[in-house]
C-alpha cells in the first residue's frame, strides 16, 4: 500500500530533550516536506527536500534540523525542544511536478503529535 | 512570497444547504498549483483537487465544484446540498511553479448541522 508513515503517532517530552520524529514513503517520491499545524494557523512549512541531500527552509525552520540521506527517509529533528514546539506535526511527499496527472499532489502521513513540558 | 487567505475561520450551514469556502492567494510565478485538502475530526488531510495556473477551467466533482479565477486570484470551492460529513477543516493551498515551498491558507471549519 502506497502511505507515508511518521513515528511516533504521539510524543510528550521535557525541554532540552533532542528527539527524532521520522518519516517514510514508499512511493519514490523525490519531494518531501515536513509541515506543523498549530490552531488558527494552519499549516506552516517547517522544511522541504527536492532530493536526497537537498533540503531547504519553509517558513518556520527555527528550532528543527532535517536531513535527507535517502529518498525514502526524511527525519525531523528537534536538538533542544521548547514548549512553544508542542504542535501536531505532519509530513508529506510528491512526485516531481508535471502538468499532467495527479502530480504536484502531496500524500500526508497520519501526523505526529508532539508535547514539549 | 507567497500567501493564502481563507478569511472564513468559521462556517455553520443546515444540512443540504450551498455553501461556498473562499480562497485567496498571492504569488509572483506565472506558472503555481492551488489544491485544496479536507481534515475531518479524525484528523489526516485528503486531497480533494489540484488546479494548474495555466488551466482556468472550473472542475466540479458530484457535489464539490471549484471556481478558479486568475483575475481575482480566487480559488473557491463549493459544496452543494451539504451533508453532515462533509464537517471537516478544509484547506487552500498554493504550490510555486519551482515545485519547492507550499503555503496553505489558516483553513475553514465547516460545520453541517442536520
Not at chain 1, 514508499?26 to 527536492?50: F, V
Not at chain 1, 508542542?86 to 497520519?110: D, M, V
Not at chain 2, 481563507?6 to 506565472?30: F, G, M, N, P, W
Request: with cysteine.
Amino acid at each position: 500500500e502506497a502511505q507515508v508513515t511518521q513515528n511516533p503517532r504521539y510524543l510528550i517530552t521535557v525541554t532540552g530533550k533532542k528527539l527524532t520524529v521520522t518519516c517514510s514513503q514508499n512511493m519514490n517520491h523525490e519531494y518531501m516536506s515536513w509541515y506543523r499545524q498549530d490552531p488558527g494557523l494552519g499549516l506552516r512549512q517547517i522544511y522541504y527536500s527536492m532530493n536526497v541531500e537537498v533540503t531547504d527552509k519553509g517558513d518556520v525552520p527555527e528550532g528543527y534540523k532535517v536531513s535527507r540521506k535517502e529518498k525514502r527517509n526524511f527525519p525531523l529533528i528537534l536538538e533542544s525542544p521548547s514548549p512553544n514546539q508542542t504542535s501536531l506535526y505532519f509530513c508529506a511527499s510528491s512526485p516531481p511536478g508535471l502538468a499532467g496527472g495527479r502530480y504536484n499532489e502531496q500524500f500526508f502521513g497520519p501526523g505526529t503529535r508532539l508535547t514539549v513540558l | 512570497a507567497q500567501k493564502v487567505t481563507q478569511a472564513q475561520t468559521e462556517i455553520s450551514v443546515v444540512e443540504k444547504e450551498d455553501v461556498t469556502l473562499d480562497c485567496v492567494y498571492e504569488t509572483r510565478d506565472t506558472t503555481y498549483y492551488l489544491f485544496w485538502y479536507k481534515q475531518p475530526p479524525s484528523g489526516e488531510l485528503v486531497f480533494l483537487i489540484r488546479r494548474n495556473s495555466f488551466d482556468e477551467q472550473n472542475e466540479i466533482s458530484g457535489r464539490y465544484s471549484w471556481n478558479f479565477q486568475k483575475s481575482t486570484s480566487s480559488f473557491n470551492f463549493t459544496i452543494t446540498a451539504s451533508q453532515v460529513v462533509d464537517s471537516a477543516v478544509y484547506f487552500c493551498a498554493l504550490r510555486g511553479g519551482g515545485y519547492q515551498k507550499v503555503t496553505f491558507g489558516t483553513g475553514t471549519k465547516l460545520q453541517v448541522i442536520p
